[in-house]
């Protein structure tokens, strides 16, 4: 079935849904542990789970939260069991968001507001280490921000020294990652935190991929740096529910550390004959189901729950690793903190590019990085069960992709730096996204 057209008649509800079936085929297989992105798999019992509580609240709106008060407590719980996790206090407000990129337009956005507020500068500035997501790029973009990006150590982590010396009037806020998501190391926030609170700057703390993870390290005999709302200077914070926290998609959390930097977050517009116009975040209609869900699934787990599932991803990623590590032209990319890493060729002969080609001829899907060249996973635990399957296709990858350079363009991955959003994307960007989107 090819549709193009409107149908004139409605089609039969079976027909409908068996089509999306057929359609759903073709997609890659994460129920089974062959996706090492993207969906953020724990077993089938919460996936279950999760989404039947989506289910129970597809329909409401929580832009309407006087309409609909159970929304506003499940966001309000949410909100106060996160900064519970996060060395929040009393004092730790926040809201649900439609995710990561959402929590992070929010946070920059309130940092130029109230950075011209109360810094009086007119042009705020952001300052974060190179491996730092690209949302603060794009929210650089949409709010008329510069973002200088400064490069880290040769671990990967952020360069608090590189970053202060970067700092000029018009700073308004410096960022740091818990962990970043290309090598999964943990940039010392300590640091970049106090730097900010010396000088009266602001200072947010990417724990979207780590929120989940982090927390529950230290109980089970890892250590790891401070890195949250406990540090002093740091201003606030954003975590996904719905990557390790494992709900339904459409659901992160950004946190502040008072109500007098959150009130900057606020949209509010009266000159509508619709009548008064008041948002929290930067959504109109709010869908219920991710905010029940979240909801739902963090009191269904609950801490020993994630501990549990930190245990379960934590072994898998010490055999994944040691398994990479044992393939002669392997290496794991720097010391990664957590359960999201990346491997890079030590071999003239193997383009990782290459080895890329031949996992997915073998049916895994992965992303390809580009600084070092490598190949990324983010371990879930649904992949406890297939480590020895993956690492015998990538032992067999890498032999095939012995002196073979990549079939397919990789020159998107140079890194040249002409894919930027503030130049004209004239050619190779707009043939990016069609080429990837194939949009129409
Ligand atoms: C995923 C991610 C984001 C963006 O979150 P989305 O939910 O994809 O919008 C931001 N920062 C880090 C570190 C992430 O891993």
Request: aromatic fraction near 8%; charge should be negative.
């Amino acid at each position: 079935m090819e549709r193009k057209a409107f149908p004139e008649r409605g089609l039969d509800a079976d027909v409908v849904l068996d089509e999306m079936e057929n359609r759903r085929d073709s997609d890659t297989d994460w129920r089974n542990g062959r996706t090492w992105n993207l969906v953020y798999h724990p077993d089938d019992d919460i996936k279950d789970f999760r989404e039947r509580a989506h289910e129970k609240y597809a329909s409401e709106n929580a832009l309407g939260p006087s309409a609909f008060p159970s929304l506003r407590r499940f966001e309000n719980e949410v909100v106060a069991m996160t900064a519970d996790l996060l060395g929040g206090d009393n004092k730790t407000v926040g809201n649900i968001t439609s995710g990561g990129t959402e929590s992070i337009l929010l946070a920059v956005k309130t940092a130029r507001d109230w950075a011209q507020e109360n810094l009086d500068i007119g042009h705020p500035e952001i300052i974060a280490p190179e491996t730092v997501h690209p949302a603060f790029a794009k929210a650089a973009h949409y709010f008329g921000m510069d973002l200088t990006t400064v490069s880290t150590t040769s671990d990967w982590r952020a360069d608090p020294e590189a970053m202060v010396n970067a700092i000029t009037d018009e700073t308004a806020l410096m960022v740091g990652s818990a962990p970043s998501y290309p090598h999964g190391v943990i940039d010392p926030i300590e640091e970049i935190a106090a730097a900010a609170n010396e000088r009266g700057l602001l200072c947010h703390v990417d724990a979207c991929i780590g929120g989940f993870v982090l927390p529950f390290l230290p109980d089970i005999g890892y250590s790891i740096p401070d890195f949250d709302l406990s540090l002093p200077g740091v201003s606030s914070l954003s975590v996904d529910p719905h990557k390790y926290g494992y709900t339904a998609k459409g659901a992160s959390v950004i946190l502040y550390r008072d109500d007098l930097l959150r009130q900057e977050q606020y949209f509010a517009y009266d000159g509508w004959p619709g009548g008064v116009y008041v948002a929290p975040n930067m959504t109109g209609t709010r869908p219920g189901g991710p905010i029940a869900s979240a909801w739902a699934v963090l009191n269904h787990i609950g801490k020993e729950g994630y501990r549990d599932y930190t245990q379960t991803v934590m072994e898998t990623t010490e055999q994944l690793q040691q398994g990479i590590e044992a393939i002669d032209m392997l290496k794991v990319v720097s010391d990664p903190d957590m359960c999201i890493f990346a491997f890079e060729s030590t071999s003239d002969e193997v383009n990782i590019y290459s080895v890329h080609e031949e996992l997915t001829k073998r049916d895994w899907t992965l992303s390809r990085q580009q600084r070092p060249p490598n190949i990324h996973l983010s371990v879930m635990p649904s992949h406890a069960r297939i480590v020895d399957e993956f690492l015998t296709d990538l032992i067999d990858s890498t032999n095939a992709a012995r002196n073979k350079q990549p079939e397919h363009e990789t020159a998107l991955y140079g890194g040249g730096g002409a894919l930027s959003p503030n130049t004209d994307l004239e050619s190779a960007a707009i043939e990016m996204l069609n080429q990837v989107y194939h949009l129409k």
